[in-house]
């Protein structure tokens, strides 16, 4: 099981807009959940479906940093 810096490393090599100290703000579940989103993108469409988890919304939204 990677810990939170492994997935965090995973996701920035996926994803590397994504700033290190914003994702750290994340707990790991949500962080593995992205990073399995990730990996569900790199294969060809339509072979395998994203099921959002159960409980969550579709639309998120967040307050900026103050």
Known sequence: ????????????????????Q???GFDLAALRR?????LITL?????RGWVRP???SAAITRRPAA
Request: charged fraction near 15%.
């Open 54 to 56: 159960t409980g969550t």
């Open 22 to 24: 914003w994702l750290a």
């Open 34 to 38: 992205y990073y399995e989103h990730l």
């Open 43 to 47: 294969e060809p469409r339509g072979s």
């Open 1 to 20: 099981m990677l810990s939170k810096n492994q997935v965090i490393d995973a996701i920035s090599r996926l994803n590397p807009t994504a700033p290190m």
